[in-house]
Nanobody
Framework: QVHLVESGGGLVQAGDSLRLSCAAS????????MGWFRQAPGKERTFVAA????????YYADSVNGRFTISRDNAKNTVYLQMNSLKPEDTAVYYC?????????????????WGQGTQVTVSS
């Protein structure tokens, strides 16, 4: 498993931006895919964005496409989520995830590694 630590969450107003970071450590020698999920209060954890191994392929949930950008720096074993034009409905705990398979269309229970989560709150 890969150990993941998120940072960068906080309280912002609608229309503001935030950048989340997720640093990976542990078994990082083998190629692995990284991405972001989120969980709003009382709701299931859902997919937000995923990156290919080299960062050249990026995938987004429809709800964030055009506003959020995922990127990764393999030299730093870090993945980022730049969130622009934030909306109150983006309020959630954001989780970083890593696995040896692409994180797109995956069951939550099938993903190998998770971070502890970082709270993002967007006020109207």
């Amino acid at each position: 498993q890969v150990h993941l630590v998120e940072s960068g969450g906080g309280l912002v107003q609608a229309g503001d931006s935030l950048r989340l970071s997720c640093a990976a450590s542990g078994h990082t020698g083998s190629p692995y895919y990284m991405g972001w999920f989120r969980q709003a209060p009382g709701k299931e954890r859902t997919f937000v964005a995923a990156s290919g191994w080299s960062g050249d392929r990026r995938y987004y949930a429809d709800s964030v496409n055009g506003r959020f950008t995922i990127s990764r720096d393999n030299a730093k074993n870090t993945v980022y989520l730049q969130m622009n034009s934030l909306k109150p409905e983006d309020t959630a705990v954001y989780y970083c995830a890593a696995d040896q398979k692409l994180l797109l269309h995956r069951a939550i229970s099938s993903i190998g590694s998770w971070g502890q989560g970082t709270q993002v709150t967007v006020s109207s």
